[in-house]
């Protein structure tokens, strides 16, 4: 069967697990995966593959266009600034797995209609992926939330640079995200590094700020929206319904990576590479005229 041809741009652990599930999947193929540095894990791994790769980052595309129709931004925020309009240029539908914020904010059990009318969407954060559908569940049932703070806990070992290097936009744009996707007046993200020896899975806790919550409608609500997510996020878990103490209702979302070529405990990278990857395939299924997968 004919695949839509993609590019990833950035050949650290963001781009070399998105690669791998790439390979697997039935209506996408990688064109080229390109970075700035020959001698990376990355790309030596993807000549073994078999995959085309170049260490001249956007300059490989800019060079072959047709190389690829869809592209993966996994470099920095910095770096898909200037990406941004060249791929832009190109008429490339780019998936952004950076917190730039450029473009549309995408979160695919949400908003996944109206993300692929667009040419630059943003995949937001690890945190945003895995908690903001969550925070508009409370908001649907609890509508008179005042303030909505999530804790995503990590192993550190799951950090590379770019998300060290990103900490600030991370916070930002998950927080901008809650807001956004909830209708929340207030909210805010934060994010621990743990450096736990065996490495933690990711625990994203979710703090709602409520009077009088209606905890057996957004229980229910709440389970019906992890259902939605495990069609593309197998490891995503419900570990502790909601409770409520002291005007305060607290939930908590456990993420397992599949393990593609991240380890399990990566959940918090697996699960904005498994959105990504929903998209894309979407986004190929129309271009194929194959039917239409819909996230139910």
């Not at 649907?140 to 770019?162: C, L, R, W």
Request: hydrophobic share 35%; glycine share 6%; charged share 25%.
């Amino acid at each position: 069967m004919k695949k839509i041809k993609v590019g990833i741009i950035g050949t650290g652990n963001i781009g070399s697990d998105l690669l791998i599930k790439i390979i697997r999947s039935p209506y996408l193929e990688c064109g080229i995966f390109t970075g700035q540095n020959p001698d990376s894990e990355g790309i030596l791994r993807a000549k073994k593959l078999g995959v085309k790769t170049s260490f001249e980052s956007i300059r490989a595309i800019e060079k072959n266009p047709k190389c690829c129709e869809i592209v993966f931004d996994a470099t920095s925020a910095k770096g898909h600034l200037y990406n941004a309009p060249i791929l832009k240029k190109l008429k490339k539908f780019v998936i952004d797995m950076t917190p730039s914020r450029i473009g549309k904010m995408c979160v695919p059990s949400l908003n996944l209609e109206s993300s692929l009318k667009e040419n630059n969407i943003n995949m937001v954060s690890c945190g945003g992926q895995a908690t903001t559908p969550i925070a508009k569940a409370i908001m649907k049932i609890n509508p008179n939330t005042q303030y909505i703070e999530i804790v995503s806990s990590i192993s550190s070992k799951s950090a590379g640079i770019g998300t060290r290097n990103n900490i600030d936009e991370y916070t930002q744009t998950t927080s901008e995200a809650l807001v956004y996707f909830s209708g929340v007046k207030k909210a805010k993200a934060i994010v621990n590094l743990n450096p736990a020896d065996p490495p933690i899975l990711m625990h994203n806790t979710i703090y709602a700020q409520i009077k009088n919550p209606k905890i057996d409608l957004t229980t229910k609500e709440i389970k019906k929206v992890v259902k939605k997510i495990q069609q593309y996020v197998p490891g995503y878990k419900l570990v502790l319904e909601p409770v409520y103490d002291n005007g305060r209702l607290t939930t908590m979302i456990e993420v397992i990576g599949r393990g593609d070529f991240l380890p399990i405990y990566a959940g918090n990278l697996d699960i904005i590479n498994c959105a990504a990857i929903a998209v894309a395939e979407e986004y190929a299924r129309r271009k194929l005229k194959i039917k239409k997968h819909e996230i139910k």
